[in-house]
């Protein structure tokens, strides 16, 4: 038996709310909490260490609070594991061709993640391969597809990818408009980078049918994109 579709699977009002409090926890209070925790602490704490507790603890709540829709994803993984895997490597495929395309527009502002990740993984390279490649894609795969694009994906196609696409791209680079002292708009415009990303996780978790789809998608994104870095 097919499993249902996730556009005909409704979030309850509980995962609803689970959900916000999960995306504010982990976009506006966990990061905070950290910086707070590496300006007072006793000696300095190493930055990629540090935020492996802050992204451990986002992924174990997030199986924890939503055990039953990974449960449900993993069902439809094994299900149609061929589907999936098709679903994955077209997508990879097609954000390789795009994500070149996209790194050659000229912006004002270069993107501060590429020195960062260099840096953070040239003193911590397993913490930063761990947050990267493992941590980080769970968690946000969680948020904004299993949720975000699942739970819009019932009542309209188009507004969900629109919304998954374009909040996932400003969530990667918002922070910057804040971080050097002053507000600089300009960082807005390195979103660009992150839509061919965007569409392409929802694209995979809809067609394949399973989150864990779009989750090792995401995995292998940030693996090359590290890569990529590191190497260059």
């Known amino acids: 038996m097919n499993p249902i579709p996730i556009w005909q699977e409704k ?20 990061p905070f909490l950290m910086a707070w925790v590496q300006r007072n602490a006793w000696e300095e704490l190493p930055v990629a260490e540090s935020n492996v507790v802050y992204y451990l603890i986002s992924v174990l709540l997030g199986f924890v609070l939503f055990s039953g829709l990974w449960k449900r994803n993993l069902d439809r993984l094994f299900s149609c594991p061929g589907k999936n895997l098709k679903s994955i490597a077209a997508a990879l495929v097609a954000w390789i061709a795009l994500d070149v395309l996209v790194r ?9 993640n590429e020195s960062g990740y260099a840096l953070e993984y040239l003193l911590s390279p397993g913490a930063t391969g761990m947050i990267v490649v493992v941590l980080m894609p769970i968690v946000e795969e969680l948020l904004f597809r299993g949720l975000l694009f699942g739970g819009v994906r019932r009542y309209s196609r188009g507004a969900a990818y629109l919304l998954s ?28 980078q992150y839509l061919p990303a965007g569409v392409l996780l929802a694209w995979c978790y809809e067609r394949g049918g399973s989150l864990w789809s779009a989750v090792l998608l995401h995995m292998a994104i940030n693996g090359l994109t590290l890569l990529r870095i590191v190497a260059g």
Request: proline letters at 7%; glycine letters at 8%; charged letters at 10%.
């Open 165 to 192: 696409m374009g909040l996932f791209a400003l969530y990667c680079v918002w922070q910057f408009v804040f971080s050097y002292g002053r507000m600089d708009m300009r960082y807005l415009l390195l979103a660009v």
């Open 104 to 112: 050659q527009i000229p912006l004002p502002v270069r993107n501060p």
């Open 11 to 30: 979030l309850s009002p509980g995962e609803w709310l689970r959900g916000g409090a999960l995306s504010v926890l982990y976009v506006a209070l966990f």
